[in-house]
């Protein structure tokens, strides 16, 4: 039973260029939820998609955006990259949207590094 | 503003030992909270939970309390084992918020 992969797992960029990350989540699952995490810090909440739609947003500009496919599978697109963008990007699978009483399956997560 | 506190971000342990790792949170809408462990380069996993109707949630060796007028929420590891040594995530969620408030986490290091 795959659990949630991500790609790619490391990846450099430089400040402005664009980058996008991929997650399928773990199989039965529909919910797809992305997390930053920077150095020293706890994740933090970007957006979840359910049913191709983002259903919920963190506190991050618009310069992050994602998209869920019919499969479930989901990419998050973060343009005009910033050295702040530098960070750990956790996807992280669920069954069902929006309440967080179901536990949250998480990926290994791809390492950002903008220069 | 951090809704999420895990005010130390360091423990060290003896094998054996009882592990305390501690966690404060200032929303009061809150209704759910989970902890998570994370190894190096790997992604939290799930370890225990406990709702906001509980005080107490067992499983195995790990144990959380909630104490609510306190605002503050622990997890017990009895015994500990050095497998255990890792970054433990505090988190919560409720309210209108359906997604994950996590704390900076607190890296737990059992000596042999």
């Known amino acids: 039973d795959a659990g949630v992969t991500q790609s790619p797992t490391h990846l450099i960029k430089t400040r402005g260029q664009q980058v996008t990350l991929r997650c399928s989540p773990k199989s039965g699952h529909d919910t797809v939820s992305w997390y930053q995490q920077a150095l020293g810090q706890g994740p933090q909440f970007i957006f979840q998609y359910y049913e191709e739609e983002e259903r919920q947003r963190g506190n991050f500009p618009d310069r992050f955006s994602g998209h869920q496919f019919p499969n479930y599978s989901s990419e998050l697109n973060v343009n005009a990259l910033l050295l702040g963008d530098s960070a750990l990007y956790l996807c992280?699978?669920?069954?069902?949207?929006?309440?967080?009483?179901?536990?949250?399956?998480f990926g290994e997560g791809s390492r950002l590094t903008v220069l | 503003d951090q809704q999420v506190k895990q005010n130390s971000p360091s423990l060290s342990v003896q094998e054996g030992r009882i592990s305390i790792l501690n966690c404060d949170y200032t929303n009061s809408m809150f209704d759910y909270f989970l902890w998570y462990k994370k190894y190096p380069a790997e992604g939290p996993t799930f370890l225990i939970s406990i709702s906001s109707i509980k005080d107490k949630n067992e499983d195995g060796r790990f144990t959380v309390f909630l104490n609510k007028s306190a605002k503050h929420l622990s997890l017990h590891i009895v015994p500990s084992q050095p497998g255990d040594s890792a970054v433990y995530f505090c988190?919560?969620?409720?309210?209108?918020?359906?997604?994950?408030?996590f704390g900076k986490g607190t890296k737990l290091s059992v000596k042999p």
């Open positions: 988190a919560a969620s409720g309210g209108s918020q359906g997604n994950l408030i």
């Open positions: 992280a699978s669920s069954l069902g949207a929006l309440r967080g009483t179901g536990e949250l399956f």
